[in-house]
């Protein structure tokens, strides 16, 4: 059979023409209530340090806002891409895809509109650019967020986006995990990449490696895996400590 960690030793072996990508909550964070008081699990930004001292390509594509993600992540030459790709940090500073600046007011409208008439108990997230809705804690009004988000979204001509135990509303632009692994696997000109993630938005991420040479897609499981996710792995660890032992192994 087999390992894991066998698995990787094609990175191990030639980094200089590897990248390794990742998602933030749920991999290199814990999911907890409150998303604002998420935090990298202890040790990762020394393995994130590691890595892009040795890798070609190392990059963080999260739903989280850029500028969370800096600062979070302040690991120089760390790719840290927000917002599923409408955003980055460039030196430090927030700069955001061109075509989504005119959606910032609309978005500011439905988080407000959602916080004064929402389903109660629900946690509005205005990420400048998106706006998400979270139901973990008050699992009984999911049915009301996502009629909440869809009327939303006829009305204003935001998507609705499915998470954990959330739903986002983004503008209708072709931005996505995919679409950004995309962008830096060619700009870097790397032969081979893995991307690890938690959630549905990572599926997409994991379709675009299918042009690689060689890539490896891994699923980080936890109680609420979505099947989808699970299907499309190459290799499934457990919780963000899964994920940190695999970064120091690739890092050693």
């Known amino acids: 059979m087999v390992t894991w960690s066998a698995r990787l030793e094609p990175w191990r072996a030639d980094p200089t023409t590897s990248g390794v990508l990742l998602d933030f909550d749920g991999t290199l964070a ?6 604002a ?5 202890e040790g990762v930004h020394e393995a994130l340090t590691a890595l892009v001292s040795r890798y070609r390509l ?3 594509i999260s739903g989280r806002p850029a500028r969370f993600l800096a600062d979070q992540l302040p690991v120089a030459h760390l790719e840290r891409w927000g917002s599923y ?15 989504a600046q005119p959606w910032q007011a609309v978005v500011a409208a439905v988080a407000a509109r959602a916080r004064e008439s929402g389903p109660p108990g629900v946690g509005v997230e205005d990420k400048g650019v998106s706006v998400t ?6 699992p009984e009004q ?7 988000a869809e009327r939303e979204a006829s009305s204003t001509g935001l ?4 998470a954990r135990m959330s739903v986002e509303l983004r503008p209708p632009l072709a931005v ?5 692994v995309e962008r830096l696997v060619s700009a870097a000109g790397v032969s081979k990449a893995c991307f690890i993630g938690d959630d549905l938005g990572d599926v997409a991420a994991f379709r675009a490696l299918d042009r690689l040479p060689v890539a490896l897609r891994v699923a980080v499981r936890s109680d609420e895996s979505p099947p989808e996710l699970l299907a499309a792995a190459d290799l499934i660890v457990d919780g963000p400590a899964g994920v940190r032992e695999l970064l120091r192994s690739l890092a050693g």
């Open 30 to 35: 814990p999911i907890v209530a409150d998303p």
């Open 37 to 41: 008081a998420a935090r990298p699990l």
């Open 58 to 60: 190392v990059a963080v």
């Open 85 to 99: 790709g409408l955003e980055r940090v460039v030196d430090g500073a927030v700069e955001l895809t061109p075509d």
């Open 133 to 138: 809705l979270h139901f973990r804690g008050a």
């Open 142 to 148: 999911s049915a009301r967020v996502r009629a909440f």
């Open 159 to 162: 998507i609705v986006h499915e």
């Open 176 to 180: 996505d995990k995919g679409s950004v």
